[in-house]
């Protein structure tokens, strides 16, 4: 077991109406100027808007609101707020959405609380040495940023998407009602999980052993997902599977289920070159095209583990390893496809031509190989994107 | 699944030769005065506490020492303890041990801050409104206090063990370093296994459903304990062994265990009432008589959950749950008889005529029931501790 620093201090409110308690919870927290960062405006049509609003104004706290996250949150937007935050001098700010809205209010509160230009944080030219406090109503489980030290945000002129990982990135408190995640259609759903699973796999196929505690958590999460995924798809407002997928959103992300082990996502670092290029791939529908064929190519390198994971999360029978690793690999690919995924990068509609250059983004102009596993440069990561066009 | 709050804020640095770091990280936290507390001298003969103070002085941290924990600590230790913090004014305190220097360290922190009498806690005379931080360099691996937010103390004037939770007994920074529990002997390893089963298993056996997600952490966590203990009964200095069961001490009772769960120890209930009468007698050598035979007492009211834990914990394969739910029980204690705990309470030398009074502290008095599956009222109490007699 490698030695680890284990903090997760977000504290998690979990339950039904659990969002009308926000006022109360960040009026005891002592913030009185906050601002607000959502997306679309379906919270309004839904209501949480209004929900949200009075639980505020209740606890007598004034709002400042920033509507209008994107999906892969653009930095524009955030500079845009980080100036609005500075001149209402707002306390902490508070995210009601999934990924996007708590990313966006990381970075927000992380450039309002220091003097350089945010963007520096991502491209490690600075270190945040403070933050505001980030608190958010979840209504998509997915990301798992609720619970993360991770933010990742897209720069359009750049066309790079990039993260930072920093305590300051972790939520004072999350607010976690399955129910507010009733209405995310059957795509996003299954992106959430695909996100989620990606979250877990990443830190369990590293190569470290001896982690039986964290591999049988990281198993769990898994099996549980999965299952929750397969009731889902038949009835959307399954209270019980909608729970167990939010509250495996944050535990696949909150560092549990990479205790003892090296700490690398190689496939969420395909995949943030796929959708920074093309804006239109969702996060978790190009993770689930990427992970298997990420899996298929570095599985040889440790085929044990590989089947492992095929006889504990999918129940796979074979006591060949060779061969249970593969159909490991299968059954996860089959599950996404069954949650209605792509299987193949030419289902978004992109030339194979630009596989060149995503592997070019991806190892930022060859500067960089991917750890993993296999350590993946230029060459590897062009073969992997290739094999999944 | 129920509603839950989960709030597990320690930084946790786990780790070999990590308690070397202590000055560096009371430092980074701003603390300049500190309280030390530790039970007997061995950590002197094992050269650990020059180790520490070494570290504490190279950071330039004042030390107030308070050695002479006792297990099971007791009240007047901590009401001289909260003298000198107050006198010296200490701004945290350092527990280096395992629950009995955690617990005392959390009562002394909260007498030095409050005004009100520190046994005024557990006794549900007052609340804490503030605390001094604690943190802790663990040694043991049992109790979990390192993570949770209980703390346990023993009144000897009223033979009272008594526990109050709180979000302020929740410890700033657990160092952890497996390693330093490779001398603690076969009977004390074996006491911190069975409290960690027990913290895990008692949050299981609540009557909700629906947790299939908290339902399989907590099996991996008893799974890979019940593992290691194995291990350990050959090895007592495998790092792996040592490091899960240390783990899974902080898992098992920060309240990942019992996530959408009932939150009910009753079996700690009743051993309280056990060593609290009898300070002979160890924690965990008490929870290792009663949880079973609690167990068999308790399972018929739901036998399909004790099957799924005999399945899933102890590969047990019977088909039929009433038959699956005793060979489960049976298992278990047949394993903590293995890791050399004793079966029966006559092995701790007490009369069979102590049962009544253990039944009536168990209840103060008659005027409480202990909360569990079934509510156990004086007279199932009583037979409880007779079927272990």
């Excluded at 201090?9 to 927290?29: N, Q, R, S």
């Excluded at 300051?168 to 009602?177: E, G, Q, S």
């Excluded at 060859?366 to 094999?387: A, C, P, Q, T, W």
């Amino acid at each position: 077991m490698r030695d680890f620093t284990f903090y997760a201090p977000t504290k998690v409110y979990f339950g039904k109406d659990k969002h009308k308690e926000v006022g109360a919870i960040i009026k005891e927290l002592g913030y009185k100027v906050i601002m607000m960062q959502y997306g679309k405006e379906s919270i309004k049509k839904s209501g949480l808007y209004d929900e949200v609003m009075k639980s505020l104004s209740d606890s007598g706290i004034k709002v400042v609101e920033m509507g209008g996250v994107e999906p892969n949150p653009k930095l524009s937007f955030v500079r845009e707020a980080i100036k609005v935050a500075k001149e209402n001098k707002v306390e902490m700010i508070l995210a009601v959405g999934g990924g996007s809205a708590i990313d966006s209010s990381k970075y927000t509160a992380a450039g309002a609380a220091n003097d350089c230009d945010v963007w520096d944080f991502p491209t490690r030219k600075a270190v945040p040495k403070k933050s505001l406090p980030v608190g958010c109503i979840l209504t998509l489980a997915a990301a798992g940023s609720e619970m993360s030290s991770s933010a990742v945000i897209t720069n359009m002129e750049e066309n790079m998407k990039r993260g930072f990982n920093s305590d300051f990135n972790r939520c004072k408190f999350a607010i976690c009602n399955p129910e507010l995640t009733y209405t995310v259609n059957p795509y996003q759903t299954a992106c959430g999980i695909v996100d989620i699973m990606a979250h877990t796999m990443e830190r369990y196929f590293t190569n470290c052993e001896d982690t039986i505690l964290t591999d049988r958590i990281a198993e769990s999460i898994l099996k549980s997902v999965a299952e929750a995924g397969k009731v889902l798809k038949e009835n959307p407002c399954d209270y019980d599977a909608r729970a167990t997928v939010m509250w495996a959103s944050s535990l696949s992300h909150n560092d549990l289920t990479g205790c003892g082990r090296d700490n690398m996502l190689p496939v969420h670092q395909l995949e943030h070159a796929l959708s920074g290029e093309f804006d239109h791939i969702a996060h978790g529908a190009g993770l689930a095209v990427l992970f298997p064929a990420w899996a298929q190519y570095v599985y040889k390198y440790n085929p044990k583990r590989f089947a492992r994971f095929a006889r504990q999360v999918w129940d796979v029978t074979e006591t060949d390893d060779e061969k249970a690793a593969l159909a490991g690999i299968e059954k996860m690919a089959e599950f996404f496809a069954f949650l209605g995924m792509p299987l193949k990068l030419r289902e978004f509609d992109i030339c194979e031509s630009s596989i060149s250059r995503l592997a070019q983004l991806c190892t930022f102009n060859r500067s960089r190989v991917v750890n993993s596993y296999v350590e993946l440069d230029f060459e590897k990561i062009e073969e992997i994107f290739k094999s999944c066009y």
